[in-house]
């Protein structure tokens, strides 16, 4: 009996270039409408959310030495403005 030729885990060039083409097809049809609600609170993101981006953390460090020493969160210091410069 002849050997079996080896399985592969990877698809063949003809499904990838068909996946390609179908993605592509449903973002022809389907525009970019993009809505993501958040599911806390706004009153609560400033526990849950600590920060999306690094600007947040760098305006903080004046009230981050000056706090008590110990964990604190984002919930823990006051509202902060950034220093625009």
Not at 9 to 19: F, I, M, N, V, Y
């Amino acid at each position: 009996m002849p050997p079996s030729p080896p399985v592969s885990s990877k698809p063949e060039r003809s499904q990838l270039s068909a996946s390609r083409s179908e993605a592509a097809d449903r973002r022809r049809r389907c525009p970019a409408r993009h809505h993501h609600p958040l599911p806390v609170a706004p009153e609560n993101a400033a526990s849950v959310y600590p920060s999306y981006t690094a600007n947040r953390a760098v305006n903080a460090v004046p009230w981050v030495c000056e706090a008590p020493s110990g964990i604190r969160t984002t919930a823990d210091l006051p509202q902060i403005i950034p220093v625009l410069v």
